[in-house]
């Protein structure tokens, strides 16, 4: 059973930065695609990043040029750095993984239906 646990949440002020990170567990290859999603309070669940295989990477623009997606395959690890937090970057931040069934590629990063696994989600608060 593939599990994916979020760590790394937390509050801070705005302009602050944050590391999330996302452990797999029970999962024996290498996912084609893994990202983080986040849903604020009262809106949809959006795309945030993504990063596939090769280790080619994608941003939500809301996000560019803040914040970093990466992984270490040897720890089965995802991450994502987050710097210049915004108060709109608060939201519960998702991790997700996606075997390739339904893998569309990185531009669509932004579409759920590509990742068969998810975690249970890490609040992260920007506010001063």
């Known amino acids: 059973q593939v599990q994916l646990a979020e760590s790394g949440g937390g509050s801070v002020q705005p302009g602050g930065s944050l590391r999330l990170s996302c452990a797999a567990a029970?999962?024996?290859?290498?996912?084609?695609?893994m990202g983080w999603f986040r849903q604020a309070p009262g809106k949809e669940r959006e795309g945030v990043a993504a990063?596939?295989?090769?280790?080619?990477?994608d941003y939500a623009d809301s996000v560019k040029g803040r914040f970093t997606i990466s992984k270490d395959n040897a720890k089965k690890t995802l991450y994502l750095q987050m710097n210049s937090l915004k108060s709109e970057d608060t939201a519960m931040y998702y991790c997700?993984?996606?075997?390739?069934?339904?893998?569309?590629?990185?531009?669509?990063?932004?579409?759920?239906?590509?990742?068969?696994?998810w975690g249970q989600g890490i609040l992260v608060t920007v506010s001063s």
């Open positions: 990063i596939d295989s090769d280790g080619s990477t």
């Open positions: 997700a993984a996606g075997d390739g069934t339904w893998y569309k590629g990185l531009a669509s990063f932004d579409d759920p239906n590509q990742y068969e696994y």
């Open positions: 029970g999962y024996s290859g290498s996912f084609v695609c």
